[in-house]
C-alpha cells in the first residue's frame, strides 16, 4: 500500500470517529438532555475512550455544535477548482449543488442539531460561531477567487453569507415541506433568488 493510500486511509477513520461522537453527542443529548450529557457518555457511546474524544474535540459542547472545518474545507477546495471563466454565483452554485445531492445521507446530523436548539435556546450562539467559521473560510476560498480582499471588499463576505443562507434555507424547507421538490431543486431556486437581485417573484402579492 503507498503511503499516500495510507494517509487516505487514516484521514477516513478519522472522519469516521469524529462523525460517530457527533452522532452519539446529539443523540444522547436529545434522548437524555443536554446537561445530563457527559463526555463520557458520549465515549461509551461511540466505543471509543476519552483520550479519544480530547483528540477531536474539546469539550462536549463543541461534539455538538462546533465547527466543521474539514466540510469548511472541502467547499473552498471545491470552489477554487471549478473552471476560472465561471462567474462567481455559477461556481457556488455547482459546489453547493454536490453538496445537496449528499447531503441526504448526513441530514440526521443536521436536524439533530436544529432540534437540539430548539430545545435549549442557550446553545443557539454556539451554533452561529460554528456556521459563522465556515462561512469565514468560504468569504476567504471567493476572495482568492475573485482576487479580492476580504479585509476591505464587502463582496466575498456578502456572496458567501448569501449562498449559506440559501442552503440552509433549502435544507429548513426540504424538511418540513412536502411539495415533491428534492433538495437540489430547492437550493437552486434559493440561488435564483440571489442571482435576479431579490426581485420580488409577484409584486401584486405584496400588496
Same mark, same amino acid.
Given at each position: 500500500?503507498?503511503?499516500?493510500?495510507?494517509?487516505?486511509?487514516?484521514?477516513?477513520?478519522?472522519?469516521? +470517529?469524529?462523525?460517530?461522537?457527533?452522532?452519539?453527542?446529539?443523540?444522547?443529548?436529545?434522548?437524555?438532555?443536554?446537561?445530563?450529557?457527559?463526555?463520557?457518555?458520549?465515549?461509551?457511546?461511540?466505543?471509543? $475512550?476519552v483520550r479519544t474524544f480530547?483528540?477531536?474535540?474539546?469539550?462536549?459542547?463543541?461534539?455538538?455544535?462546533?465547527?466543521?472545518?474539514?466540510?469548511?474545507?472541502?467547499? %473552498?477546495?471545491?470552489?477554487?477548482?471549478?473552471?476560472?471563466? *465561471?462567474?462567481?454565483?455559477?461556481?457556488?452554485?455547482?459546489?453547493?449543488?454536490?453538496?445537496?445531492?449528499?447531503?441526504?445521507?448526513?441530514?440526521m446530523l443536521w436536524q $439533530?442539531?436544529?432540534?437540539?436548539?430548539?430545545?435549549?435556546?442557550?446553545?443557539?450562539?454556539?451554533?452561529?460561531?460554528?456556521?459563522? *467559521?465556515?462561512?469565514? /473560510?468560504?468569504?476567504?476560498?471567493?476572495?482568492?477567487?475573485?482576487?479580492?480582499? %476580504?479585509?476591505?471588499?464587502?463582496?466575498?463576505? /456578502?456572496?458567501?453569507?448569501?449562498?449559506?443562507?440559501?442552503?440552509? +434555507?433549502?435544507?429548513?424547507?426540504?424538511?418540513?415541506?412536502?411539495?415533491?421538490?428534492?433538495?437540489? *431543486?430547492?437550493?437552486?431556486?434559493?440561488?435564483?433568488?440571489?442571482?435576479?437581485?431579490?426581485?420580488?417573484?409577484?409584486?401584486?402579492?405584496?400588496?
Amino acid at each position: 500500500m503507498t503511503a499516500g493510500a495510507v494517509e487516505s486511509r487514516r484521514d477516513r477513520k478519522k472522519a469516521e +470517529t469524529r462523525d460517530a461522537l457527533r452522532h452519539a453527542a446529539l443523540r444522547l443529548a436529545l434522548a437524555d438532555g443536554y446537561e445530563q450529557l457527559t463526555v463520557e457518555q458520549i465515549t461509551q457511546a461511540a466505543d471509543v $475512550s476519552v483520550r479519544t474524544f480530547f483528540n477531536y474535540f474539546t469539550s462536549k459542547d463543541d461534539a455538538l455544535l462546533g465547527p466543521e472545518m474539514d466540510r469548511a474545507q472541502e467547499l %473552498a477546495d471545491s470552489l477554487a477548482a471549478r473552471p476560472a471563466d *465561471e462567474l462567481p454565483l455559477e461556481a457556488l452554485r455547482a459546489v453547493f449543488v454536490a453538496l445537496a445531492e449528499s447531503v441526504v445521507e448526513r441530514d440526521m446530523l443536521w436536524q $439533530s442539531r436544529m432540534d437540539l436548539v430548539r430545545a435549549h435556546p442557550q446553545l443557539w450562539p454556539q451554533l452561529i460561531a460554528g456556521l459563522s *467559521e465556515r462561512e469565514r /473560510v468560504l468569504t476567504e476560498a471567493i476572495a482568492a477567487r475573485t482576487g479580492t480582499d %476580504a479585509a476591505v471588499d464587502l463582496y466575498p463576505g /456578502v456572496l458567501a453569507t448569501g449562498v449559506m443562507g440559501a442552503m440552509r +434555507t433549502a435544507l429548513e424547507h426540504w424538511r418540513v415541506a412536502d411539495d415533491g421538490r428534492t433538495l437540489t *431543486e430547492l437550493l437552486n431556486a434559493a440561488l435564483d433568488v440571489l442571482a435576479a437581485g431579490f426581485t420580488i417573484p409577484n409584486p401584486g402579492a405584496t400588496r
